[in-house]
């Protein structure tokens, strides 16, 4: 009895534990993470190709959904040592200030995880151009 009330709670626990800490890998073999909410925008998180901090992306609307994803416009943001900053600064959905930053469109190829997601990226005021897919990493596949 105590037996499969255990495994009872183990499984109703599950698909809460299968929502943290969603993984994307990028052909770089970096990782893109789903690392918390700021009300209804989520952030994930990336190692950028140049600096030591990690980069951002910061996705209205898509905060605390794990089911019936679509498209989402964001932005992303770097530390100013990864690259050329922009003319203007940029203050993201926690209050920090960046001045490396553009915007991000985040389209998930399926409703739920796991599922690929196309990004695309522009600099600063530039349009989204620059193009990269992730793939959903599970298991043992997680850095």
Known sequence: MLRSLALAALLAAAPLAAHADEVWALPSGNQIVYERDAGATAILSYKPEGGLEPGYIFVPGLGGYFSGRGAYQGYWVEAADAGPVCAASLVDAE????????????????PDFPSKIALKRGDCFGPAKQKISAQPVVGAGIQ
Not at 96 to 109: D, N, Y
Request: positive net charge.
């Open 95 to 110: 209050g920090k200030t960046w001045q490396r930053w553009g915007v991000a469109e985040v389209k998930f190829q399926k």
